[in-house]
């Protein structure tokens, strides 16, 4: 029987909470969640020797799934991070033509871009106040007039239930 090689092994995976970041008003202000996410996508960074900065991915599900919390709050964390200046989308969720659908992309504004002239992040939070936030993209959920204009009864039913609260 033939051993599985184990790479990673003994190995930890981590990432640096920077004090100054999480003493902005803009920090103090998010929820639980959106700060928890943060977390969770600063993970997905694969540091300065690597930097994907700008092509980090995390799905609403694979978020709500690691946090332990519904579609909807992890939507709307996702939203809160945006809109307070923590993360900018850099691409669009979109389903391909077979059928494979990808998650969208962001820069984490606390870091550097890859080829940027510059060595530090935007930082887009700290320049953050109450009641001006920053623009919030989110994407389309589904199409509710269905295909050449029928509408489907189901798409009504679960968007109406899930609008406005967590499943």
């Not at 600063?42 to 300065?48: D, F, I, Q, R, T």
């Amino acid at each position: 029987m033939a051993r599985r090689k184990q790479s990673n092994l003994g190995s930890e995976h981590f990432t640096k909470m920077v004090r100054t970041t999480m003493e902005t008003t803009a920090w103090r202000s998010l929820s639980t969640a959106a700060q928890s996410l943060y977390v969770w996508l600063k993970l997905e960074w694969h540091g300065s020797s690597f930097n994907n900065n700008g092509k980090i991915r995390l799905s609403v599900r694979q978020a709500a799934f690691k946090i332990g919390i519904s579609i909807n709050t992890a939507a709307r964390a996702f939203h809160e991070l945006q809109a307070k200046g923590f993360i900018v989308v850099t691409k669009h969720a979109r389903l391909g033509i077979k059928g494979q659908a990808t998650s969208p992309t962001f820069e984490l504004t606390e870091l550097a871009l890859p080829h940027g002239a510059s060595t530090t992040g935007r930082r887009l939070y700290q320049e953050w106040k109450p009641d001006a936030d920053y623009p919030v993209h989110k994407a389309a959920v589904h199409n509710p007039n269905g295909r050449q204009g029928k509408r489907n009864p189901v798409i009504k039913l679960v968007t109406s239930r899930h609008q406005n609260r967590d499943a």
